[in-house]
């Protein structure tokens, strides 16, 4: 199955895209890979909807634990 994930800058935190891959991207130096859950998704889409470019990942993503940088799991598309 395809998952969804939000590629996110390390230096800013801001997302810079979504991809739909069947397995996790690798990470790299410069970016770390985040599951998107749908209710991160139409949180991300309804803000660049109202015009807004940098949106930082913490923004958009339910944190598990107050505090965590920890994202929920994945939303799987189908």
Same mark, same amino acid.
């Given at each position: 199955?395809?998952?969804?994930? !939000?590629? &996110?800058?390390?230096? #800013?935190?801001?997302?810079? +895209? ?8 690798? *990470?790299?130096?410069?970016? !770390?890979? &985040?599951?998107?859950? #749908?209710?991160?998704?139409? +949180? ?8 807004? *470019? ?5 923004? &958009? ?18």
């Amino acid at each position: 199955m395809i998952s969804a994930y !939000f590629v &996110v800058s390390k230096g #800013s935190g801001n997302i810079i +895209r979504i991809t739909r891959r069947e397995s996790p991207p690798d *990470d790299t130096p410069t970016v !770390f890979n &985040v599951p998107v859950s #749908s209710s991160s998704q139409m +949180r991300y889409d309804s803000i660049y909807a109202d015009g807004e *470019d940098l949106i930082s990942l913490q923004r &958009v993503t339910r944190l598990a634990k107050a505090g965590s940088m920890a994202p929920q799991n994945s939303c799987r598309i189908i």
